[in-house]
């Protein structure tokens, strides 16, 4: 079974600052890593896929890298409307697995 | 415009059964696999569930196999969970999720609904 482990737990950034979210994986995944945002009392929404595509109508401050086991989301100047959980998640094989999440609060 | 509207959350004692169910809209239902996801209130996410595109291939989380089945009927582009044997430990926003195309594989989900919310407790 694949763990995923997000750092940091919570992460305090200003607006306009850059946010750096990582997540890395128990056994190599390949690139099959998905970004999701949560907004509170929202439904998880797909940002990225692929490691580094992101999903439709997704803006470009997001991006995404990494492969293997190391992953990154990487958000290029913070707007309000990003302030939420981040959860990855691998695709990779069965048992399909989410990673503990990762607060971006404002600071 | 792609919808998932789950509906059946409610209070239950332990050992008491639950169904859940999903209604989709907005897309070629039989065309996806589909699944559920739940989530501790304030906490992470948890696959339970997947279905391929006509039943043929199910998949499930080892705390919750033999006791949930999911189903699905595609005349009436519906998702369903039975719970049974239900424990505190279940308590939780169940989501439903769209999946890949037709065949049950490992993926990710490109459309979730906002989640029905089981509770168990006596």
């Known amino acids: 079974e694949i763990v995923m482990t997000q750092s940091p737990a919570i992460l305090s950034v200003s607006p306009g600052e850059r946010a750096t979210l990582s997540c890395r994986a128990s056994q190599i995944v390949s690139t099959d890593l998905a970004w999701y945002q949560q907004r509170p009392g929202q439904a998880p929404r797909l940002l990225i896929y692929?490691?580094?595509t992101r999903a439709t109508g997704i803006p470009v401050r997001f991006s995404g890298s990494g492969s293997g086991t190391q992953f990154t989301l990487t958000i290029s100047s913070l707007q309000s409307e990003d302030f939420a959980v981040y959860f990855c998640?691998?695709?990779?094989?069965?048992?399909?697995?989410f990673g503990g999440g990762t607060k971006v609060e404002l600071k | 415009e792609v919808e998932l509207v789950e509906s059946g959350g409610d209070l239950v004692q332990p050992g008491r059964s639950l169904r859940l169910s999903c209604a989709a809209f907005g897309f070629t239902f039989d065309d996806y696999a589909m699944h559920w996801v739940r989530q501790v209130p304030g906490k992470g996410l948890e696959w339970v569930s997947g279905i391929s595109w006509n039943g043929g291939s199910i998949g499930y989380a080892d705390s919750v196999k033999g006791r949930f089945t999911i189903s699905r009927d595609n005349a009436k582009n519906s998702l369903y969970l039975q719970m049974n044997s239900l424990r505190v430990e279940d308590m939780a926003l169940y989501f439903c999720a769209r999946g890949g195309r037709q065949q049950l594989v490992p993926t990710l989900f490109d459309h979730w609904g906002q989640g029905t919310l089981v509770t168990v407790s006596s």
């Open positions: 998640q691998q695709y990779y094989n069965w048992p399909l697995a």
């Open positions: 692929g490691a580094s």
